[in-house]
Antibody, heavy 124, light 108 residues
Framework: EVQLLESGGGLVQPGGSLRLSCAAS????????MSWVRQAPGKGLEWVSG???????YYADSVRGRFTISRDNSKNALFLQMNSLRAEDTAAYYC??????????????????WGQGTLVAVSS | SYVLTQPPSVSVAPGKTATVTCGGN??????VHWYQQKPGQAPVVVIY???DRPSGIPERFSGSNSGNTATLTISRVEAGDEADYYC???????????FGGGTKLTVL
């Protein structure tokens, strides 16, 4: 059974930093693309960042330059370093594994298994 | 950037058919995935690659995609289908995965 367990959320002041972690189990972590998806209170889903099995990274316009995604395949772990945090980054952050077909020009993965999320609150 | 448009809400009586749409410029040329999210829970994929259904998802859930509209159809709607539904695509122009704004399905 796939399990994704997020940690690292909390309350941080605007301009501050947080590092989210996701511990993965139940599948061959190194073979799969992974992403972070967030959901602000009462709002819809927003994809934040993704990383393919080979390490190529992707970012939403709203976080590019402030957030950095990484993975440690030896530890089955996914990370999201969040810097220069803003009030609008307040959300539940989900760790998700991605399945499907991907080539050099198109990557229409879908989001398969989701963690339960970790809450990030940015407020003074 | 590419925009996915969903109606904010859809209402349907039990036993009837619910249709949730997802509009986008030539979305028929993209692969569309659909997610169900119930209150306090993480989302669950209910349709992937336009019309494929994961194991464990009832056959009552189906999907189609053509032209400028993708559609999630739920037949014989049950009270337990009440949830938020999101469509999602890959935007090759920006190398980003995108979600629609979500549709709240209410079972009357």
């Amino acid at each position: 059974e796939v399990q994704l367990l997020e940690s690292g959320g909390g309350l941080v002041q605007p301009g501050g930093s947080l590092r989210l972690s996701c511990a993965a189990s139940g599948f061959t972590f190194s073979s799969y693309a992974m992403s972070w998806v967030r959901q602000a209170p009462g709002k819809g889903l927003e994809w934040v960042s993704g990383i393919k099995s080979g390490g190529r990274t992707y970012y939403a316009d709203s976080v590019r330059g402030r957030f950095t995604i990484s993975r440690d395949n030896s530890k089955n772990a996914l990370f999201l370093q969040m810097n220069s945090l803003r009030a609008e980054d307040t959300a539940a952050y989900y760790c998700v594994n991605q399945l499907g077909n991907c080539d050099s020009t198109s990557c229409p993965y879908y989001f398969d298994s989701w963690g339960q999320g970790t809450l990030v609150a940015v407020s003074s | 950037s590419y925009v996915l448009t969903q109606p904010p809400s859809v209402s349907v009586a039990p036993g009837k058919t619910a249709t949730v749409t997802c509009g986008g410029n030539n979305i028929g040329g993209k692969s569309v995935h659909w997610y169900q999210q119930k209150p306090g829970q993480a989302p669950v994929v209910v349709i992937y690659y336009d019309s494929d259904r994961p194991s464990g998802i009832p056959e009552r859930f189906s999907g189609s995609n053509s032209g400028n509209t993708a559609t999630l159809t739920i037949s014989r709607v049950e009270a337990g289908d009440e949830a938020d539904y999101y469509c999602q695509v890959w935007d090759s122009n920006t190398d980003q995965w995108l979600f629609g704004g979500g549709t709240k399905l209410t079972v009357l």
